[in-house]
């Protein structure tokens, strides 16, 4: 079983299109973070959420951590092609690493 | 700003064939940690290191070993490489082992085995 179930799994959206993936577990979190992943690079940090409801905003991105603490969304207004990538939800393991939902491929089309 | 350097960015090797995968950050950072990437099955943790002299298994270690004699430097070394060791692998470190603790990852080694 998936600790963390992220969807939708893949989404085609034409540029200036708003949208929101998904990020959801039964269990409990101190914190989440969401990371972008580009063809051919890394991932990136983008934001850390800590807080039972917080909304953190990044230009065009906004991330929501549930209310509960099982489940953030990120919303993007206005999605542009170097949007494109792979968006990556995550949080810590107990051997200090990283446990990493599937992820949402995203291209947006000009 | 180099920040995690991973070499090589490609390799293909055959079977049975031995390699190390070369990872160094120039952050200072105390952890360091290897994850393999495959489709479907996201990133997964190989081997990690919260310290010079320190090494512990991840979820997915058989057919792997790692050192670090240094800060800067986890090196991952494939043993005898198999066809299902085929993935994108990912070299990743922070400041400390904390939950909260941004990870820093390199460009990775896209690495084939034939």
């Known amino acids: 079983t998936q600790l963390l179930e992220q969807s939708p799994q893949f989404l085609s959206i034409q540029e200036g299109e708003n949208l929101t993936v998904y990020c959801n577990s039964s269990?409990?979190?101190?914190?989440l973070q969401w990371y972008r992943q580009e063809p051919g690079e890394g991932p990136v940090l983008l934001v850390t959420?800590?807080?039972?409801?917080e909304v953190k905003k990044l230009k065009r991105l906004t991330f929501q951590f549930g209310d509960a603490r099982k489940d953030s969304s990120l919303h993007i207004t206005a999605a542009q092609p170097g949007d494109t990538g792979l968006y990556l939800c995550?949080?810590?393991?107990?051997?200090?690493?990283?446990?990493f939902g599937k992820g949402t491929k995203l291209s947006v089309k000009p | 700003n180099a920040g995690v350097t991973q070499t090589p960015k490609f390799q293909v090797l055959k079977t049975g064939q031995s390699m190390t995968l070369q990872c160094a950050q120039d952050?200072?950072?105390?952890?360091m940690s290897w994850y393999r990437q495959d489709p479907g099955m996201g990133l997964r943790l190989i081997h990690y290191?919260?310290?010079?002299?320190?090494?512990d298994q991840g979820e997915v270690p058989n057919g792997y070993n790692v050192s670090r004699s240094t800060t800067e430097d986890f090196p991952l070394r494939l043993l005898s490489a198999a066809p299902s060791q085929t993935s994108v692998y990912f070299c990743?470190?922070?400041?400390?082992?904390?939950?909260?603790?941004?990870?820093?990852f390199g460009d990775g080694t896209r690495l084939s085995i034939l």
């Open positions: 959420v800590v807080t039972g409801g």
């Open positions: 995550a949080v810590g393991g107990s051997q200090g690493n990283l446990i």
């Open positions: 269990s409990v979190f101190s914190s």
């Open positions: 290191s919260v310290g010079a002299g320190i090494t």
């Open positions: 990743a470190s922070s400041h400390s082992r904390g939950e909260n603790q941004p990870q820093h």
């Open positions: 952050m200072n950072h105390e952890y």
